[in-house]
């Protein structure tokens, strides 16, 4: 459809709940770009900060700050926040590399993994303050939320697992094993399945929530970013090695078409536009 320019290293990605805005992390260039949903086009850029280098990037529900993970330095422990409404940037402390963050789709919450803390910080959006620390993780990664608000999935790069945990008990109620290097996910609207990239793999683990069973899905090389859309019959795969993306039925688990894009396609986060779920 287009091409839009932005900063340099364009890695994470995130569509608010409108689909009105779309909101790219530059990791070299220590920016935020901020995107016409619709269109497409470079509305704003919002400048991090010298030597940052974020990497995951999430919404709240109501579209008024997006948060940032600034992954480096490692030691800084920053999750960015920026208020759309104000246009301002503020701060909250988390752990060591934060590098995943998911919102949930009701609450003020919004949780963060910190790959070099071995934790994920539950943060309260609206205070702006973290309210729990959870741990016994193994360099966490990647995270997301069902869209019923009551499941959280992380991935596990150390140990190549993705845990469940109950958003009400914030306690783990499954832990998956899938194949090395997990690094993108994303959950079906219906939150029968979530997905897993594993970037070594030219594979997409399968998670059936309710048999509690792993399949797999041969992508492209390298697959990276993996989103679902509204409906949950399609699921999207970056190939970061292919500069292709997959697009894959849901129904049969197999990919039906190869999109060619530009040069090494990461798109982690939420990168399909929203609409109406089931």
Known sequence: ???????????????????????????????LSILD?????????????????????????????????????ATLRRL????????????????????????????????????????????DTAAETVVTT???FNQPFAVAVNAAGTRLYVTNLGDNTVREIDTSTLQTVWTYTVLPRPFGIAVRPQGDRVYVSNIDNRRVSVLDTNTRSVS???????????????????????NFEDNTVSLVD????????????????????????PGAAP
């Open 1 to 31: 459809m287009g091409t839009t320019v932005v900063g340099s290293s364009p890695l994470g990605v995130a569509v608010d709940a409108s689909g009105g805005r779309a909101y790219i992390t530059n990791n070299l260039s220590a920016q």
């Open 37 to 73: 949903g619709g269109t497409g086009a470079l509305l704003r850029t919002v400048e991090l900060g010298a030597g940052l280098r974020p990497l995951g990037v999430a919404v709240t529900a109501d579209g008024g700050k997006v948060l940032v993970a600034i992954q480096l330095p």
């Open 216 to 238: 797999t899905i041969l992508v492209g090389r390298s697959p990276w970013g993996v989103s679902v859309d509204p409906s949950g019959s399609r699921v999207f795969v970056a």
């Open 250 to 273: 849901a129904g049969g688990n197999t990919v039906v078409q190869t999109v060619a894009v530009q040069q090494a396609p990461v798109a982690f986060g939420i990168f399909v536009r």
């Open 134 to 136: 959870l741990s016994g």
């Open 80 to 123: 960015a926040v920026y208020d759309t409404v104000a246009d301002r940037l503020r701060e909250v402390t988390v752990g060591n590399s934060p590098t995943g963050v998911a919102t949930h789709p009701r609450s003020a919450v919004a949780y963060v993994t910190n790959q070099l803390s071995n934790t994920v910080s539950v943060v």
